[in-house]
């Protein structure tokens, strides 16, 4: 199956699945964080679209434990930049109708959770199409050590994840059902 039938596959299903209200147990970061022995205290949400996980509340605690929270800003030619927020700002709506901060302090993650439609045993990911995240994690890449979470349902799962030389792997997959 090519990555656009598995997106309107999953995507369906996610949207019907949803109102389960399933989250991600914030321990499952947090050992993430201890095991990989990650230093950085700059980490990079996504504010919640079309029935993605929400990571609000992990932000939130996140921030209580002192670190700096970023969301993206979508720019011009499929990139983004992450800028500081707090659970205290305020967002604004972009033109995809995605919220987003309103700082224009870009900071770059240390840590990175990533949304995502699909996903496979090999922590290969599929987006919404856009490569928004293959370039910006290619780009950090170069200017600092980054650890990436995907945050999934665990019905997001696929058998394999057909890749091509633009796609990046996640370093972590969290989902529901990990505790």
Avoid: C
Avoid at 53 to 77: A, S
Avoid at 82 to 91: A, E, Y
Avoid at 110 to 139: H, T
């Amino acid at each position: 199956m090519n990555k656009s039938k598995i997106r309107k596959k999953i995507s369906k299903i996610r949207k019907y699945k949803s109102f389960n209200n399933f989250k991600i147990n914030f321990k499952s970061i947090l050992k993430i964080l201890k095991k990989k022995r990650i230093k950085g205290k700059t980490v990079g949400g996504y504010y919640p679209y079309n029935y993605e996980i929400d990571d609000m509340q992990i932000l939130g605690k996140l921030e209580k434990r002192d670190y700096h929270i970023t969301l993206p800003k979508i720019k011009k030619n499929f990139q983004m930049d992450f800028f500081k927020w707090s659970t205290k700002d305020p967002l604004v709506i972009n033109k995809y109708g995605i919220p987003e901060p309103i700082s224009h302090k870009i900071m770059y993650p240390d840590i990175l959770l990533v949304p995502l439609v699909a996903y496979d045993k090999s922590f290969n990911r599929i987006g919404y199409g856009g490569g928004f995240y293959d370039r910006y994690i290619k780009k950090i890449q170069k200017i600092q050590k980054i650890t990436t979470i995907g945050l999934a349902y665990s019905f997001q799962k696929i058998k394999k994840v057909p890749i091509n030389k633009y796609d990046i792997k996640l370093n972590f997959i969290i989902t529901e059902k990990q505790n």
